[in-house]
Nanobody, 124 residues
Framework: QLHLVDSGGGLVQPGGSLRLSCAAS????????IGWFRQAPGKEREGVSC????????NYADSVKGRFTISRDNAKNSAYLQMNDLKPEDTAVYYC?????????????????WGQGTQVTVSS
């Protein structure tokens, strides 16, 4: 069974950067597409970015394009989300997740295994 642990969240000022990590155990990550999702208080969980099995294909929500970069290192069984130029509206709990399929739009319904979440707070 695939087990995911996400980390790297914290408190950062607007304009700052954070790098989230997703470490997998139990199974090899290269059998899965990876997605990063976020959920702010009172809002539904939304897709932020997804990456295909090899990393050749990626997609991003319009709200983070040009600021966030998703990547993966299958040799390390890990995936990452580099977040730059953070804004207060990026404040949320961020989750990594794994899926058997890769689509050009990240949908929570396609993902079968989830990390526990890491809090990102952007505030001055």
């Amino acid at each position: 069974q695939l087990h995911l642990v996400d980390s790297g969240g914290g408190l950062v000022q607007p304009g700052g950067s954070l790098r989230l990590s997703c470490a997998a155990s139990g199974l090899t990550l290269d059998n899965y597409a990876i997605g990063w999702f976020r959920q702010a208080p009172g809002k539904e969980r939304e897709g932020v970015s997804c990456i295909s099995f090899s990393g050749a294909s990626t997609n991003y929500a319009d709200s983070v394009k040009g600021r966030f970069t998703i990547s993966r290192d299958n040799a390390k069984n890990s995936a990452y989300l580099q977040m730059n130029d953070l804004k207060p509206e990026d404040t949320a709990v961020y989750y990594c997740a794994a899926s058997y399929i890769y689509k050009t739009v990240c949908s929570v319904h396609d993902f079968i295994s989830w990390g526990q979440g890491t809090q990102v707070t952007v505030s001055s």
